[in-house]
């Protein structure tokens, strides 16, 4: 059995990786400072390809000449060596294709041509609209061999029938094996941890219950705007862009039963049992349990920032959303009356991806407070900027009466294994190298996820729900508040 825990171990099989959308933001931002990072690990065996497909007119010269200005300065600095460069960019090549013309392929079979014994992957890092010419071009030109799969970005369609649609066009011509689904959430060693905090502790289990918590947060918040993704950006959605896909893998991840194994299908399969169990929000449900935002112009520490309308790639009538904040709920033994609230959005006071849980108070307390508040128990697990966890409990306060007072327990992991961050790329990229699907989407699992976010999606547009105003550099609009104060709660800040 293959875990994905071997990821610093010992290199891949020889392999051609083709990277279609080679010279796309993505490619340059992420993908390939991910595949330098795993060279630099000697990871890459010495016959390891990387070649870059584009439409640009470019030839390997011109396109590692684009690396070194697009793509290195996404490497750190300190992490940046010149000699590794130098040597990983001899394993990139460049292919110019035109994807919907289907002798263009012959150019990349004769790239390919005398190495069908080696892993070949190819990466679609384009627009879903160009999925299926490109597994159809690469099946027409005979390069499907046994040992190739097949890697896709998200949004894997823009709703349950279109993702069907995608999924039936890719089983056409790959085996559900050779298929990698990838959000790039799974790859984040700080979500792998949430799995390993979960089951690798005895600790937690018997206290991960509606019996023990009261309510769990999940907050996706992001600084950043949709800058030159508007055109991408307005067709989607927050609900699509980040609830279909990274929030919902978050709440199964801490809400699965443990499973049996690491095994692909065993983790899998009780993901997909929590995507089934979510209690549907269709019609007015959807309304009243939803929130949509849309951000206005605001003021950072670093200047004012122009509100969604106002970039040029957006219709300045455009009702998309650019946060969602939503009340889900798990209807099982384990779940039910604890409401998952889930928020994301762009443009909020700063970046932070952070899952609270709030555990029940004390059934009867003897002690006064010394804030005259008694809050109950919480473990706060920040994923992103930093990865930390932290869990307030109740000690005496010093002095004579016996008064408590809140503390908090914290665990950096800078401070524990004082590492470089690893991309969530490296492991991804690693993993479809190796065959190993553990952390990639199941087709049932993308179906479910779809299956429950479309009521909502077309709730919105039954009742016209327009979104709430709220200005960048806040934390969204007042009716995130609204809807977690309803019920008692209120969104953890600090
Ligand atoms: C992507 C979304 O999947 O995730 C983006 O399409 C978003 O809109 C990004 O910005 C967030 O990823 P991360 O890793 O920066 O949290």
Partial sequence: MITSTDIAGSPVEPFDFVLFGGSGDLSMRKLLPALYFRHCANQ???????????????????????????????????????????????????????????????????????????????????APSLFNKITEGVNAA?????????????????????????????????????????????????????????????????????????????????????????????????????????LLQLLVI????????????????????????????????AIENTVRGQYKAGAYDEGTVPGYLENEDIPNDSTTETFVALKAEIGSWRWEGVPFYLRTGKRLEKKQTEIIINFKKVPHSIFETADGLNEPNQLIIRLQPEEKIRMRVYVKAWGDAITLQPV?????????????RMI???????????????????????????????????AWEHFQVEPKAYRAGSMGPSAASNLIHRDGFAWYEE
């Fill in 424 to 458: 969530a790329y490296e492991r991804l990229i690693v993993d479809v190298l190796r065959g190993n699907p553990v952390l990639f989407m199941r087709r049932d699992e993308v179906s479910a996820a779809w299956a429950w976010v479309d009521p909502i999606q077309q």
């Fill in 142 to 246: 005979g390069l499907i061999t046994p040992l190739s799969r097949v890697a896709l970005e998200k949004p894997l369609g823009r709703d349950e029938a279109s993702a069907d649609v995608i999924n039936d066009e890719l089983a056409a011509v790959f085996k559900e094996s050779q298929i990698f689904r990838i959000d790039h959430y799974l790859g984040k060693e700080a979500v792998q941890n949430l799995m390993a905090l979960r089951f690798g502790n005895s600790l937690f289990e018997p206290l991960w219950r509606n019996e023990r918590i009261s309510d769990v947060q999940i907050t996706i918040a992001e600084s950043l705007g949709v800058d030159t993704r508007g055109r991408f950006y307005d067709q989607t959605g927050a609900l699509r862009d980040m609830v279909q896909n990274h």
């Fill in 254 to 285: 801490l809400a699965m039963e443990p499973p049996v194994s690491v095994d692909p299908d065993a983790v899998r399969d009780e993901k997909i049992k929590v995507l089934r169990a979510l209690k549907p929000l269709v019609g007015r449900d």
């Fill in 408 to 420: 908090h327990l914290n665990l950096d992991f800078n401070d524990v294994f004082q590492k470089r």
């Fill in 44 to 126: 890459l065996p010495a016959d390891g390809r990387i070649i870059c497909a584009a439409r640009q007119e470019l030839d390997t010269d011109g396109f590692r000449a684009l690396m070194d200005a697009e793509s290195k300065i996404h490497i750190d600095e300190k992490d940046f060596m010149e000699d590794h460069w130098l040597s990983f960019i001899e394993r990139v090549h460049y292919l110019r294709i035109d994807v919907t013309v289907q002798s263009d392929y012959e150019k990349l079979k004769s790239m390919l041509a005398g190495r069908e014994e080696h892993v070949r992957v190819f990466y679609l890092s384009v």
